[in-house]
């Protein structure tokens, strides 16, 4: 997720750009850049690291002109560099453009335009679309980025200037989110409100397919067909601070109505639309070394543990290859076994957790492969490892993990199904029956953000809000959803909570059972479904308080629970992804409703950089 700004007025373009990313810093800052249209030329200051380093570079060199475009950068395609940062040019450097989301067929394009004897600067998709407009350049900028935009699959917000054309900039999006500012003799466009809301509230949420010209005086908006658009002005009310988080009240709200939206970019790209097949080629493994894999280690660091158990149930289960999973803060000093043939996948948000990176360390020194699940491109895990399945989740703000987790559990699914077809364990069919169940997730999900009544009168109940311990039960692939589960209420709203196999109940957990404790089980449809209604009822004999995840349609479920959460019918194996969100909507709400600092927890950090 990367921040967009453009500007074309009566003032410095420079001012009002920077002004603009530093509002949009939150969705990543491993690069930046600007480009003016000058006295008919393209002027461009690009910089590696934090926005800082580019006001520096622009005090010491400042920008002039009218019309300019900047990005603030959140890398999914090309490590973090100065080459890889936006604005992306055409090869005469006189049309740029910057971009945020993923350009599917970057590399069927690139290939082409090569062909043809474009020479690329970048690793980036995005230069792909530099180059196919200025293609199709005839002197009409905005005619040139319609065609242009006809050949691309995939998510794009874009700005594209010209140094021919001084009068305009021109917008477009699908997928991912652009916005135009409307002021008196000026215009703007962002990747998100907070970036222009001190020069103006009147802006225009672009839709998909939409492209726009915008002058100083006016705008138009075609689709890539052609017909025209006109599109209400909205007046903004939010104040700063609401509109960086949208609206919501807490960053962590916000990654949790994400979900759906992340989901479609962890799967994006990485499943071919025409024959459903799993190209995870990021992770430079090839079909004859997956096949020689025997042994798979997962190691990881809280949620991204929970994540890694997801990875085993499934991987076990339909690739028939045995899965270690192990806490990364246990790997590195337990002198691991790594046989010939390991595979170890680290799983990390952040990319920079101290004990993930060692546990790397020491499976590589032993012979292992490592092909690591991470979000923040170009990481230390990244850079470490052999080979990566990007999460493509955005920045993750919340020090609760919430779309980080469930994009991770995307993400082995991939691997699951690309390996399991690999290996001749589960047939065409089979895999094209868990790609669609994969596809139908994002809306199981909306579903259950939109019906959050139930989550939220529980969250206001004394009897969790005020709970002193709580217990989380699941089995089964819903044993980490449990864990899962716990560790969200413990960590934002300070409750004691404890995760544990439902079938270990009669091993030492009953004894905990009383009319105040309440016991989150997650009973969705599944194998072991009649199991979990048993550890429910044992609890109802002892006043325990129950709280169930059920699957909506279920019957018997409530007699057996103080409380319900229904979510849609899930294929087992994936429910994991879709049973998480409840449980993350309860322990936000139970926490701010205990006035806890939902985003920054006390005592935690959102990356464990030190042992
Ligand atoms: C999860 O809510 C916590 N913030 C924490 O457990 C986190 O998952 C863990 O520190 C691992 O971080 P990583 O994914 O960045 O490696």
């Known amino acids: 997720m990367c921040g967009i700004v453009g500007y074309i007025g009566d003032n410095n373009p420079t001012n009002v750009i920077m002004a603009g990313l530093h509002r949009l810093e939150y969705r990543g800052y491993d690069s930046a850049g600007v480009a003016v249209v000058n006295e008919g030329r393209l002027d461009c200051l690009k910089s590696l690291g934090k926005l800082k380093v580019l006001d520096e570079k622009l005090e010491a060199s400042p920008l002039g002109g009218k019309l300019g475009i900047g990005h603030t950068r959140w890398a999914t395609h090309g490590a973090p560099s100065e080459e890889n940062s936006h604005p992306h040019f055409d090869g005469a450097k006189e049309i740029a453009v910057v971009h945020n989301g993923i350009i599917e067929n970057y590399q069927e394009i690139r290939a082409a335009l090569e062909a043809d004897g474009v020479e690329f600067r970048s690793q980036t998709d995005t230069e792909t679309i530099a180059h196919l407009v200025r293609k199709y350049y005839q002197g009409d900028l905005f005619a040139a980025v319609k065609r242009a935009l006809q050949d691309v699959e995939g998510a794009y917000a874009i700005g594209v200037i010209c140094k021919d054309n001084p009068d305009v900039l021109v917008a477009a999006r699908h997928g991912s989110p652009l916005i135009v500012g409307l002021g008196d003799g000026e215009a703007f466009i962002a990747s998100d409100v907070p970036a222009i809301l001190r020069f103006t509230r009147k802006v225009l949420y672009l839709d ?17 067909q052609g017909n025209t658009i006109e599109l209400e002005v909205n007046h903004i009310e939010w104040d700063d601070a609401a509109a960086e988080k949208e609206g919501y009240p807490h960053f962590m709200l916000k990654e949790i109505h994400q979900q759906p939206e992340v989901i479609q970019n962890t799967l994006r790209g990485r499943v071919d639309e025409g024959s459903d097949e799993v190209r995870l080629t990021e992770m430079n493994i090839s079909t004859d070394d997956l096949k020689k894999i025997e042994k798979i280690v997962i190691v990881a660091c809280g949620t991204a543990w929970h994540a890694g158990m997801v990875g085993k149930y499934l991987i076990e289960k339909f690739t028939r290859t045995p899965v270690e999973l192990d806490l990364a803060s246990e790997y590195r000093y337990r002198d691991p076994i790594v046989p010939e043939n390991t595979l170890m996948i680290p799983v990390s ?95 199981k999900i909306q579903q259950i953000l939109d019906n959050q009544d139930a989550i939220q009168r529980c969250a206001e109940d004394p009897k969790y809000r005020d709970a002193q311990s709580a217990l989380y039960l699941g089995r089964s692939y819903n044993f980490p959803s449990a ?33 105040e404790l309440p016991v989150v089980c997650v009973a969705v449809e599944g194998e072991t479904y009649d199991k979990m ?79």
Not at 212 to 222: L, Q, S, T
Not at 496 to 514: D, F, N, Q, R, S
């Open 208 to 224: 998909n397919g939409q492209v726009c010209e915008i002058r100083r005086d006016g705008h138009r908006i075609e689709d890539l």
């Open 349 to 443: 948000q952040s990319g920079e957790t101290a004990d993930t990176l060692e546990a790397i360390r020491i499976a590589k020194s032993r012979g292992a492969k490592v092909a690591s699940i991470v979000n923040a491109v170009g990481s230390s895990v990244a850079r470490e490892s052999h080979g990566v399945i990007y999460q493509q989740a955005g920045p993750e703000i919340g020090v609760a993990s919430t779309k980080a987790y469930t994009s991770q559990c995307t993400a082995f699914a991939l691997f699951t199904i690309w390996l399991a077809e690999t290996r001749e364990t589960i047939d065409k069919a089979e895999a094209k029956k868990m790609i669609a169940y994969l596809r139908e997730i994002p809306g």
């Open 483 to 515: 864990l899962e589960g716990a560790l969200k209420l413990k960590e934002i709203s300070y409750i004691h909570a404890e995760g544990y196999a439902a079938g270990e109940m009669k091993h030492g957990p009953i004894a905990l059972v009383t009319d």
């Open 533 to 611: 209604v048993s550890n429910i009822q044992e609890i109802r004999a002892r006043s325990g308080i129950v709280l169930s995840v059920a699957t909506e349609g279920n019957q018997n479920i409530e007699q057996h629970s103080d409380d319900v959460f229904y979510v849609p019918s899930c294929y087992e194996p994936f429910s994991p992804i879709v049973v998480a969100v409840p449980l993350q909507l309860l322990s936000y709400y139970v926490a701010a409703n205990r006035g806890c600092d939902v985003d920054q927890p006390r005592n935690l950090a959102k990356s464990v950089t030190v042992e």
